[in-house]
């Protein structure tokens, strides 16, 4: 059975960093590119950031280009998102999703003072 | 970048049929898109990948009751025998070498 399963989401103030990770399991994670995905409260999908198979291919939406980085760990099946400078607008559920379309739980991340 | 446009709600009768669209922006009508629904309070869940042709491939657990169809640069999830459940929203998705782009969803509610 595929499972993605984030973990890493807290509340944390105008500014601060995070640290998302996504552990994989059930298929063949180092073929495959990643991704972030996010959902806003009460908004639809947004796409975050996108890795290739081996790591060396990254991608990012404008709105988080520069302050967010995402990457990695083939040997540990294990995909990561760095998220720096975080804003009230990047309150959301991040999901881990992969490119043949599985979809993790969610984590949520809450940007407040 | 290609553009996904959804209705933002739909309504059908519980056991009836529903027809769901997505319409992709000028110059991308020949995009494959994917399905996906998410149920209240729920993670999304992948249906199907969609062609131009309107062959698809669903993915593992999805009912018949779904099937999709294209026509030119519109794409559509049909839902048969509409059962309490899959009153959701659904998106339509697409993607390109850079990125996954999402349409705005459609509510789909069940009298």
């Known amino acids: 059975e595929v499972q993605l399963v984030e973990a890493g989401g807290i509340l944390v103030q105008p500014g601060g960093s995070l640290r998302l990770s996504c552990a994989a399991s059930?298929?063949?994670?180092?073929?495959?590119?990643m991704h972030w995905v996010r959902q806003a409260p009460g908004k639809g999908l947004e796409f975050v950031s996108a890795?290739?198979?081996?790591?060396?291919?990254?991608y990012y939406a404008n709105s988080v280009q520069g302050r967010f980085t995402i990457s990695r760990d083939n040997s540990k099946n294990t995909l990561y998102l760095q998220m720096a400078n975080l804003r009230a607008e990047d309150t959301a559920i991040y999901y881990c999703?992969?490119?043949?379309?599985?979809w993790g739980q969610g984590t949520l991340v809450t940007v407040s003072s | 970048q290609p553009v996904l446009t959804q209705s933002s709600s739909a309504s059908a009768s519980l056991g009836s049929s529903v027809k769901l669209t997505c319409a992709l922006s000028?110059?991308?009508?020949?995009?494959?898109i994917a399905w996906h629904q998410q149920q209240p309070g729920k993670a999304p869940r992948y249906l199907m990948k969609?062609?131009?042709?309107?062959?698809?491939n669903k993915g593992s657990g999805v009912p018949d009751r779904f099937s999709g169809s294209s026509s030119g640069a519109d794409r559509y999830l049909t839902i048969s025998d509409l059962q309490s459940e899959d009153e959701a929203d659904y998106y339509c998705?697409?993607?390109?070498?850079?990125?996954?782009?999402f349409g705005g969803g459609t509510k789909l509610t069940v009298l």
């Open positions: 890795i290739s198979s081996n790591g060396v291919t990254t």
């Open positions: 969609l062609e131009t042709s309107g062959s698809y």
């Open positions: 998705e697409t993607w390109d070498s850079n990125s996954r782009v």
């Open positions: 000028s110059g991308h009508s020949s995009y494959i």
């Open positions: 059930g298929f063949t994670f180092s073929s495959y590119d």
């Open positions: 999703a992969s490119a043949n379309m599985y």
